[in-house]
């Protein structure tokens, strides 16, 4: 899919900033085994083309797209078993984000599919920052992160002890569009064709083992991008 065009490539500087700190999040989130599967990331290249026209090109993800949570709180409630299971999964990583980076980043915004031959690859995200936007325009900021903790219920895949906001915010309704960062409105986009991406569910097989750890010891710092996250078709 293209994402627009402009004749600048700094246009596309947040989103490229964006997929690099998602990727290594996932390279600690891979490497903790919390979930059955590895979580890869699909990776947006600014190309140009009839001339000095800048596009972000992504490549295409075959299949049918779901959309786990959002950056205004919102995450998948209703579908398959499947879908649920792995939407409880994709909060477990938001979570995680913002526990591995000592409260400053949060991954959110999660979508994309199970590929045909077993592979979960996201694309879009956003990051929400304690600074609002500082990763674009869907940087929410820390009332982001308050709207996602405020409607995120820890589930069989969180930690006990992964960190949280020190005090909740109150009252803020889910948002299932993304939503700005300057005037907190929805983001109405055009759908891609990436959006169309097959969902093979494969049950979690360790979800019931008691006293199982979830993550062994991993330092916040030193997160190394490793090309094994990246989807490469």
Request: charged share 20%; hydrophobic share 35%; glycine share 6%.
């Amino acid at each position: 899919p293209i994402a627009g065009h402009v004749n600048h490539e700094d246009y596309f500087e947040a989103d490229v900033r964006v997929v690099k700190l998602a990727l290594k999040i996932l390279e600690s989130f891979n490497r903790c085994r919390i979930i059955d599967r590895v979580v890869r990331m699909n990776i947006p290249d600014v190309v140009s083309i009839r001339g000095n026209r800048k596009v972000l090109l992504e490549r295409y993800i075959n299949g049918v797209y779901e959309k786990f949570n959002s950056n205004g709180g919102w995450w998948k409630t209703h579908g398959t078993p499947g879908t649920l299971d792995l939407s409880l999964k994709m909060q477990a990583l938001s979570h995680f984000s913002y526990h591995i980076t000592g409260r400053n980043y949060l991954l959110c915004d999660l979508q994309g599919a199970v590929t045909e031959d077993g592979r979960l690859v996201l694309t879009d995200p956003a990051i929400l920052s304690n600074i609002r936007t500082q990763y674009g325009d869907t940087d929410l900021g820390p009332e982001g992160i308050d709207r996602f903790f405020y409607h995120h219920q820890c589930n069989q895949y969180c930690q006990y002890d992964w960190l949280k906001p020190i005090i909740p915010a109150h009252n803020l309704q889910p948002v299932h569009l993304p939503m700005w960062g300057n005037n907190l409105q929805p983001i109405m986009r055009t759908p891609t064709p990436h959006y169309y991406v097959t969902h093979n569910h494969v049950p979690f097989v360790g979800r019931n083992v008691p006293n199982r750890t979830l993550h062994p010891h991993v330092e916040r710092q030193n997160l190394n991008v490793r090309t094994a996250n990246i989807y490469r078709g």
